[in-house]
């Protein structure tokens, strides 16, 4: 069954410095998201992604966070100068937009110390 | 506010029960409704639910949306220990032809005893 890949499974990075989470979503789909859960909390929706854009994101989603799809199959999230809060597990997902549901990776687990 | 509402928070069932957990939710452009299992890390998708009053069934699982109630159940029947997990609930929201975001609930964490 395809697979949403993401890579690193687990980051420990510094306060202050720029992270990049890498995301390899499914080849035929056509929507992609980030979403975060911060340890005992709810999923959070980041970002979506559709045609090159983005095309929904949230609060969360402030000037410190950025969304790339380099590659026509990569697609990353980067977060500039990390704070403590931003440790969470991050997820990618990818959807090809026909009421299939979302599928998630298996998530990078992001610890900023 | 929360838009999306699970109960019970945690529930704890020997083998062979049947469950049901329940998700309400309080959104302005409802499209569907979906659930999710999470074990150790990822979401899987069970169902998407747009069609109030049908019934999606898979195995011993099965799931039904109320829209007039803005409500949905999940049930689980003859429960064993591989069911124990967080389920979750999520409302996607229509406001763009593209993206539609998931607005998640807290998760019900059910641990089935042997």
């Known amino acids: 069954e395809p697979e949403v890949t993401q890579t690193p499974s687990h980051q420990v990075t510094q306060m202050g410095q720029e992270v990049i989470l890498r995301c390899v979503p499914i080849?035929?789909?056509?929507?992609f998201y980030w979403y975060r859960q911060i340890l005992g909390q709810k999923v959070e929706f980041l970002v979506s992604?559709?045609?090159?854009?983005?095309?929904?994101k949230s609060e969360i989603f402030d000037d410190q966070f950025s969304v790339e799809r380099p590659d026509g199959s990569n697609f990353t999230l980067k977060i500039r100068s990390t704070k403590l809060e931003d440790s969470a597990m991050y997820f990618c997902?990818?959807?090809?937009?026909?009421?299939?549901?979302?599928?998630f990776g298996s998530g990078t687990r992001l610890t900023v110390v | 506010e929360d838009k999306v509402v699970q109960s019970p928070l945690s529930l704890v069932v020997h083998e062979g029960d049947t469950v049901t957990l329940n998700c309400s939710y309080e959104?302005?452009?409802?499209?569907?409704l979906l659930w999710y299992k999470q074990e150790k890390k990822a979401p899987t998708f069970l169902f998407m639910l747009?069609?109030?009053?049908i019934e999606k069934k898979s195995g011993r699982l099965s799931s039904i949306l109320d829209k007039k109630e803005l409500s949905s159940i999940l049930n689980i029947t003859a429960t064993q220990t591989g069911d124990s997990a967080i389920y979750l609930c999520?409302?996607?929201?229509?406001?763009?032809?593209?993206?539609?975001?998931?607005?998640f609930g807290g998760g019900t964490r059910l641990m089935v005893k042997p």
């Open positions: 997902a990818s959807d090809h937009g026909f009421n299939y549901g979302y599928t």
């Open positions: 080849s035929n789909h056509l929507y």
């Open positions: 992604f559709y045609n090159n854009e983005i095309s929904e």
């Open positions: 959104v302005t452009n409802f499209r569907s």
């Open positions: 747009t069609s109030s009053g």
């Open positions: 999520a409302v996607e929201e229509d406001w763009s032809n593209a993206g539609n975001m998931l607005t």
